[in-house]
């Protein structure tokens, strides 16, 4: 057996904690960052596959649409699931966007999101690129780093922020967690062309600033 193949038996860290958030009726939110590639989405599906393996591909939501969708679905039939991934999450809750209603909307729906969901989590390149109302609530953020000694592991390392009395924020080690970085083969070839919808849409969202920008300047 491969190290690989010993690392996709293991339970993931973060699994084990929103199996504890889900049972004792908890919400958290956690926001995993790294650079492009490293594996950040990869660690997510692990996690999820493994709290709700027969519904993991429809926890992951990208567009705003379907984020409302989603938990809307979800409250209309009664239902509370261990976890949704939204994808590359600072694309929408960008940090220059705090003005933006949905945004500011979306934070809100974050403080009772509890009653449909045990764990939302969030994806980004940085969390510089998440706005701050995000960054500041009591999230559970996750940088996810390569593994020193084997090119196919990344390590995601859990870290959770407490506001002390003196307003001081103690920043405290949860979890370290080597994993395989790259998806088995029939979760890539499902989520490869859902990545290029995002891509798709991110072309289109600057085609159409600059065709106003045409217009404000004709």
Request: with cysteine; aromatic share 12%; glycine share 4%.
């Amino acid at each position: 057996m491969t190290r690989i193949d010993q690392l996709r038996g293991q339970e993931r860290q973060l699994t084990k904690l929103i199996r504890k958030w889900h049972k004792e009726g908890e919400f958290r939110l956690v926001l995993i960052y790294g650079t492009g590639g490293i594996g950040k989405t990869s660690y997510a599906m692990q996690c999820v596959k493994q709290v709700d393996p027969d519904n993991y591909r429809q926890r992951f939501i990208f567009p705003p649409r379907q984020f409302v969708d989603t938990v809307s679905w979800l409250k209309s039939n009664r239902l509370r699931i261990p976890a949704l991934v939204w994808d590359d999450m600072g694309f929408w809750m960008y940090t220059l966007d705090y003005n933006d209603p949905f945004v500011k909307s979306a934070v809100k729906f974050f403080n009772v999101a509890r009653t449909v969901v045990s764990c939302i989590i969030g994806t980004t390149t940085s969390m510089k690129m998440l706005t701050s109302s995000v960054r500041n609530m009591d999230a559970l953020t996750v940088k996810v780093v390569a593994a020193r000694d084997n090119p196919y592991t990344s390590l995601a390392k859990g870290y959770r922020t407490s506001l002390q009395p003196n307003l001081m924020r103690l920043v405290k080690t949860v979890f370290e967690d080597e994993y395989p970085r790259y998806m088995e083969e029939d979760d890539y070839l499902w989520y490869k062309p859902v990545r290029d919808s995002y891509v798709n849409e991110a072309i289109r969202l600057m085609q159409e600033s600059l065709d106003k920008r045409s217009e404000i300047s004709s």
